[in-house]
């Protein structure tokens, strides 16, 4: 007779380290594109007053103000906040880029938040102090942060592919592409949704799986007959699982 293997990996358990790879995931691809100055950029063969341009960093080749008398030029790479752009920044940056901006930061502090509590309830010190006996709350608290991130993902990606192609940004919208920065960014969305959605079913599972061990302990049990006569156990006589078989049941 095969014996079982000594250690089994629950659906729960395989749940929890996806739903840990995609957080990781997210985090990472949306940091990157974050940090990174190629959210939109022009081809390179040939030549326009738009070099690259991030969340936070712009380079410019010859871009000059729309009906500016003095026809002033700017060249180079610049923070995008810098007073060199005071004259120019309600072009280089409208409203709809400012709120892209607003929602990409909001969109990464879901992401770190959520990565935060995935790695907490690794350690069993620190998942016993913040998750306490509300492990499926928090579970659920944890995938409505991936799916927000996602939400959000999807709002900016919508917008700046959008209104980035407008003449009124920049001149010329056909020597201009979407580059790799904006896909990292979207790339972090689809990890976000599945993170979310392991996260969630982990959270139901677990939840299913605490309320049918209540009824155990609340049904009668047959117990040993002795002395011809049977006796009747009930549930409430057994020791109750402690919090922490509960909780490592998954871990």
């Not at 749940?15 to 691809?29: E, K």
């Not at 005071?86 to 990409?104: E, G, K, N, T, Y």
């Not at 917008?159 to 407008?166: D, H, K, L």
Request: glycine share 6%.
């Amino acid at each position: 007779m095969a014996s079982e293997p000594k250690y089994k990996i629950s659906p729960g358990m395989r749940l929890y380290w996806c739903g840990l790879f995609s957080s990781i995931s997210a985090f990472v691809c949306v940091f990157i594109g974050f940090c990174s100055p190629y959210w939109y950029q022009s081809w390179r063969r040939v030549h326009s007053p738009l070099a690259n341009v991030g969340l936070w960093h712009i380079c410019l080749s010859g871009y000059i103000k729309p009906k500016d008398p003095t026809l002033q030029s700017y060249v180079g790479c610049w923070w995008i906040h810098s007073t060199f752009f005071s004259d120019v920044q309600d072009f280089i940056m409208p409203p709809w880029f400012r709120a892209c901006q607003a929602l990409v930061i909001f969109t990464l502090l879901c992401n770190l938040f959520s990565l935060i509590l995935c790695v907490i309830y690794v350690v069993e010190k620190w998942r016993r102090k913040v998750y306490g006996d509300r492990y499926v709350l928090v579970h659920i608290i944890n995938a409505v942060l991936l799916f927000a991130a996602a939400f959000l993902v999807f709002i900016v990606s919508l917008v700046f592919a959008e209104m980035s192609r407008q003449e009124n940004y920049f001149p010329r919208p056909w020597m201009n592409y979407l580059s790799w920065s904006y896909g990292f960014n979207v790339l972090s969305g689809f990890f976000s949704s599945f993170g979310g959605i392991c996260l969630f079913i982990m959270a139901m599972i677990l939840k299913e799986k605490l309320f049918s061990n209540e009824d155990d302990r609340g049904k009668p049990m047959k117990g040993p007959a002795s002395a011809g006569s049977g006796s009747i156990a009930t549930g409430h006589s057994m020791a109750a699982p402690s919090e922490k078989s509960k909780s490592e049941s998954f871990v």
